[in-house]
C-alpha cells in the first residue's frame, strides 16, 4: 500500500529532484548560503551557550543580596509627591492644617 508523501521519508528519486531544484535555483549563490547558514547556526549556539552560563552563574551565586544603600543623604528633607500631579506636597505645621469639611 502506498502512503502520501506526508507520512513518509522521500525516497532517492525525490532527493534528486528536490537537490535538482535547489541548484537550478540557487546556482552560484548555494555555497554562500550555505556559508551564511553555518555562521547562523554557530551564532546561535554561542547564544545559548552564553545564556546557559548566565544561569549557571545565577544559580551558584549566594542568595543573600545585600540591602540598597539609602539614595538620601543625612539631614536631607524628605520629599512627598502627590500621585496624581507629580507634584511635592509641602509639608505644613500641625497648627496650619485645615480640618476637613462635613
Do not use: N
Request: aromatic letters at 8%.
Amino acid at each position: 500500500m502506498l502512503l502520501p508523501l506526508a507520512f513518509q521519508m522521500p525516497g532517492f528519486g525525490e532527493m534528486l529532484l528536490i537537490a535538482g531544484l535547489g541548484l537550478l535555483f540557487f546556482g552560484k549563490r548555494l555555497p554562500e548560503v550555505g556559508r551564511s547558514l553555518g555562521k547562523g547556526i554557530v551564532e546561535f549556539k554561542k547564544g545559548i551557550k552564553g545564556i546557559e552560563d548566565d544561569v549557571d552563574v545565577a544559580s551558584t551565586a549566594p542568595q543573600q543580596r545585600p540591602a540598597p544603600a539609602q539614595l538620601q543623604q543625612p539631614g536631607a528633607a524628605a520629599y512627598q509627591f502627590d500621585p496624581y500631579t507629580g507634584k511635592p506636597i509641602e509639608k505644613t505645621q500641625p497648627s496650619q492644617q485645615v480640618p476637613p469639611a462635613q
